[in-house]
Nanobody, 121 residues
Framework: QVQLVESGGDLVQPGGSLRLSCATSRSIFGSYSMGWYRQAPGKQRELVATISSSGNTNYADSVKGRFTISRDGAKNTVYLQMNSLKPEDTAVYYC???????????????WGQGTQVTVSS
């Protein structure tokens, strides 16, 4: 129903910046949340940032003040601007779209394939 393709992952030095993009196969309407999650080797997947259909944003404490999530409806794309990157940010980053049905409140989740971000000198 919704396909997500991430891009922008790369090797970057500590203190550097990176911008991730997530292109969706179609426009998303109604009640939804778009976001980024990440998973480091041997660790659980964790929330990085989300932006809801109402425009509310949410960030993990570890990235607050450094990362910014945004969206471009015309391009069906969500972005994650990452500044002041740290080695601890190294992970595979996954794009996520969660759509909530109006009546049943059922939540359908869609995931991208992931893009590797490596922060190292």
């Amino acid at each position: 129903q919704v396909q997500l393709v991430e891009s922008g992952g790369d090797l970057v030095q500590p203190g550097g910046s990176l911008r991730l993009s997530c292109a969706t196969s179609r426009s998303i309407f109604g009640s939804y949340s778009m976001g980024w999650y990440r998973q480091a080797p041997g660790k659980q997947r964790e929330l990085v940032a989300t932006i809801s259909s109402s425009g509310n944003t949410n960030y993990a404490d570890s990235v607050k003040g450094r990362f910014t999530i945004s969206r471009d409806g015309a391009k069906n794309t969500v972005y994650l601007q990452m500044n002041s990157l740290k080695p601890e940010d190294t992970a595979v980053y996954y794009c996520n779209v969660a759509i909530t049905a109006i009546i049943s409140r059922r939540v359908d989740n869609y995931w991208g394939q992931g893009t590797q971000v490596t922060v190292s000198s």
